[in-house]
């Protein structure tokens, strides 16, 4: 078992998230198959454990069950990918499946993460996670979750979101991804200021005056676009 995971274990809510899903479905971290029985009613599913222990207890017919580290596993040709993600790995699960070409998924994450991820341009919340989610589609929080419904408790509320590729990516090349990763190491400077200290010269174009926190996808690719 993965440090920070607690399983998910009210009834309802995990309904309503197999209700969510259909067709091949790749659920991470099956815990004690809480969910996975509510699964296995909509469609094909594969389950990636990492802990032998509880992977060699799931046994429902149709499932195929893999002991792995999730982020081991191949993300491709599911129409659904879902689960209760440990909390120290979810940022890591996210991105890996917006880069794989699966387009649909259901996670439980906590609910700070949760808000990154919708987070619009000026708000506190706003950050990396946030353009990597936005600028291939949309996220939707659909439930917040107490923490009594978990086992053991945690001291977080948490959330289930709802991810759809939906879109055609803006931010597709190396250089893109440079300058994202450097302005939002310091989110709150000029993005002018910046960037110089990497290495790259700017120019008057008001786009430099802004800062991460406040910058639109469509201006992180105009920025690439003059170097």
Known sequence: ??????????????????????????????????????????????????????????????????????????????????????????SQIIIKFLESNTKKAIFTVQKELAKRMVAKPGSRDYSKLSVNVQNVGICNILKIIPPEFFNPKPKVFSAVVELKKNKKPILITELDWKIVNFIFQHKNQNIGKVLKREGFKTNSDPVFLKKARNIEIEEIKKISRYF
Do not use: C, W
């Not at 469609?43 to 002991?67: A, F, Q, Y």
């Open 1 to 90: 078992m993965r440090k920070n995971q607690v399983f998910l274990n009210n009834e309802p809510i995990l309904d309503f998230i197999a209700g969510m899903t259909s067709g091949r479905i790749l659920e991470i971290g099956g815990g004690h198959g809480e969910l996975t029985k509510h699964l296995a009613k909509k469609g094909r599913v594969t389950v990636v454990e990492l802990d032998e222990k509880l992977s060699g207890k799931i046994k429902i017919p149709g499932v195929e069950v893999i002991s792995k580290d999730a982020l081991e596993v191949d993300f491709d040709g599911y129409d659904f990918i879902t689960g209760n993600l440990p909390y120290n790995i979810s």
